[in-house]
């Protein structure tokens, strides 16, 4: 009750992966904290699926499927994933025009079991063995590097895209309905603090 009346005060820790939290999320952290100077922003940047209750977390932001049970989830946005590969690769393999090509390309995968499924493309083509990681990062570094043909996020590759760095492909193959859900998480909970409801609320609005 005493944070009831008055400014929002205390401390909110959130947890996001790596290119997500950097990119798209702590802009808007900043912003919060203009609004309202009284709150605290503790952010953990990880890859990793972290357990919220155990680590006494408040929120977390998640572009995965949410499996967890006993968290309430809120969707943000959902990010259109492009099929990418570097003009270096491109330039030693050649372009891939159809999807039953991709079995002759080496692709790079997020170590999950949904594997090419992910990529939303028709039948599920399966690529050679590449580079696998848990971290999109990591798989746009490769790619990049031109160690293969990836999926990630266009808020991942949006510059790499408009410079040159990375081609995009198979657009005529992909289901442009699929792409990346993007939700804020928090635990189930009766009692949830007057500046945590307002940092999700600003999120929804706001997330780009």
């Known amino acids: ?9 205390g401390r909110i820790r959130i947890t996001a992966p ?9 802009p808007l952290l900043l912003a919060f904290m203009d609004r309202y100077p ?3 922003i503790d952010l953990s940047l990880t890859d990793g699926i972290v357990d919220l209750i155990h680590e ?19 969707r943000l946005t959902t990010h ?9 690769y491109l330039a030693r393999h050649g372009w891939p025009v159809s999807t039953d090509d991709l ?5 790079l995968f997020l170590n999950l079991s949904r594997g090419v499924s992910m990529w939303g493309l028709q039948g599920s083509p399966r690529g050679l063995p590449g580079f696998l990681s848990n971290s999109l990062e990591t798989l746009h570094a490769a790619c990049l590097h031109g160690r293969g043909i990836a999926c990630l996020p266009r808020y991942l590759v949006a510059e790499d895209l408009a410079a040159g760095r990375l081609h995009p492909l198979l657009d005529a193959y992909r289901d442009t309905d699929i792409g990346t859900a993007i939700s804020i998480l928090r635990p189930e909970t ?3 603090p007057k500046r945590v409801r307002a940092l999700i609320d600003f999120l929804v609005e706001h997330f780009p």
């Open 18 to 26: 790596m290119a997500l939290g950097r990119q798209q999320l702590m």
């Open 103 to 107: 079995s002759r390309h080496t692709c």
């Open 56 to 74: 006494g977390l408040d929120l977390a932001v998640r572009s995965a499927s949410l499996d967890d049970s006993g968290l309430i989830a809120r």
């Open 80 to 88: 259109p994933r492009l099929i990418c590969a570097a003009p270096g």
């Open 190 to 192: 009766t009692l949830l």
């Open 38 to 40: 009284a709150v605290e």
């Open 1 to 9: 009750m005493s944070e009831g009346t008055g400014e929002l005060r």
